[in-house]
């Protein structure tokens, strides 16, 4: 996936180092850092669209489609939601990231 705003809040490591270690073909492997990435990406989305007001949905979205690498866009969510957004947007990541190395921890 591109360079995203929120990139430097999200550690995705462990999961990561889980999936390099999984003994299956590199084209799954991919497959599952994609479907990774996918995930954080449309939780956090969903996270951020919950907490900005229905009538600035709009403008942001439109502004992440355009630029959604622009750090700028950290900025308006903190002036539009909180000073704080940043350390929520981080707990949030963190907890997704939480699930999702206890999903690939469990047994099919």
Excluded: C, W
Excluded at 34 to 45: F, K, M, N, W
Excluded at 46 to 58: D, F, M, N, S
């Amino acid at each position: 996936m591109s360079i995203l705003f929120y990139d430097h809040l999200v550690d995705k490591t462990e999961v990561l180092l889980f999936i390099d270690h999984l003994q299956e073909p590199e084209n799954h492997k991919g497959k599952l850092r994609q479907l990774v990435d996918d995930i954080i990406h449309q939780g956090l989305i969903e996270y951020i669209l919950q907490k900005l007001h229905p009538h600035q949905h709009h403008t942001f979205l439109t502004r992440l489609e355009a630029a959604p690498y622009d750090p700028e866009l950290l900025s308006y969510l903190k002036d539009h939601i909180s000073l704080e957004f940043e350390q929520d947007l981080e707990k949030e990541a963190a907890k997704l990231i939480s699930i999702i190395k206890k999903d690939l921890s469990t047994p099919l």
